[in-house]
């Protein structure tokens, strides 16, 4: 018996990965937007969402972590944005998100190192992401164990635009 963890790949994702993205989301427990909604409607919401950044690729890339069952167990949302104090880009990975039983294979430095090349590629010149204190990935280190750093000079103010049950 072979003991190697099942292969994944990393690729762009589809709108058909809808579904798959929605289940992984709504697994993970965490997000209020995914209470008291039916699974047509959270898949239906994705799904708009994977098509509106399938048509524009110029302003995001959403990357999946698929296994050899073609089952999604990892998502990544990377955003290209102007900076002018910078006189250049760099790449936000807005979502970074990994099944519950598939951590621990890997996948959330593969999707990592894939937006970080997609951002490379793009010729940005840095590339960030928010991660709250609390989940599991800070509290291990996953992100400074990947060569990031955390900017402790700065602080993330947010102005909510609407109140409704899709906030996290």
């Known amino acids: 018996m072979n003991s190697s963890p099942p292969s994944n790949t990393i690729r762009p994702a589809l709108p058909s990965d809808a579904a798959g ?30 098509t509106s950044a399938h048509a524009e690729p110029e302003r995001s890339l959403l990357l999946v972590a698929e296994d050899a069952r073609q089952r999604i167990s990892g998502y990544c949302a990377i955003h290209w944005l102007p900076v002018a104090v910078l006189q250049g880009w760099e790449g936000y990975v807005s979502e970074l998100f990994i099944a519950e039983s598939a951590r621990g294979l890997g996948l959330g430095q593969q999707l990592l190192d894939a937006a970080t090349d997609a951002a490379r590629q793009r010729d940005c010149l840095r590339i960030w992401l928010v991660n709250n204190r609390e989940r599991p990935s800070y509290v291990r280190g996953f992100y400074s164990q990947q060569g990031w750093a955390e900017q402790a000079e700065m602080a993330r103010f947010v102005l909510p635009l609407r109140t409704n049950n899709h906030s996290s």
């Not at 697994?27 to 994977?50: D, H, M, P």
């Open 21 to 50: 993205i929605s289940e992984l989301l709504h697994g993970i427990g965490w997000f209020k937007a995914y209470e008291g909604r039916s699974i047509a409607q959270n898949t239906e919401a994705i799904q708009s969402l994977l």
